[in-house]
């Protein structure tokens, strides 16, 4: 998916996206936008103002260009876990002592 950026010429500004145009366009929640740039693998946000932050569409379609197509990498899968008896958490079923759960006089 491209995004349309106007011709590098003097006097026109590259676009700047929100979060949610951001999201939308890669099809991604706006929570895994926000883990990939704190893990370092998404571009940084500009500061737009004291409560606002946008990204320049041209590092988006750069960071677009930058991945892997589909099938280039190996997908890492969790080892399959293993059939036996679940683990028992210790108290639930567990037989009272003789002298559990009476007072002394």
């Known amino acids: 998916m491209d995004i349309p950026l106007p011709a590098n010429s003097p006097g026109i500004v590259t676009p700047i996206l929100r979060k949610r145009e951001v999201a939308q366009a890669l099809g991604l929640s706006t929570v895994q936008i926000w883990r990939l740039q704190n893990a370092g693998k998404f571009p940084r946000a500009i500061?737009?103002?004291?409560?606002?932050?946008g990204w320049r569409a041209s590092d988006i379609q750069a960071w677009i260009?930058?991945?892997?197509?589909a099938g280039d990498v190996p997908v890492k899968r969790k080892p399959p876990v293993s059939p036996g008896r679940p683990k028992?958490?210790?108290?639930?079923?567990?037989?009272?002592?003789?002298?559990?759960g009476t007072e002394a006089s």
């Open 65 to 69: 260009d930058s991945r892997p197509l």
């Open 47 to 53: 500061q737009l103002g004291e409560h606002s932050v």
């Open 88 to 100: 028992s958490s210790g108290t639930k079923g567990r037989k009272r002592k003789a002298n559990e």
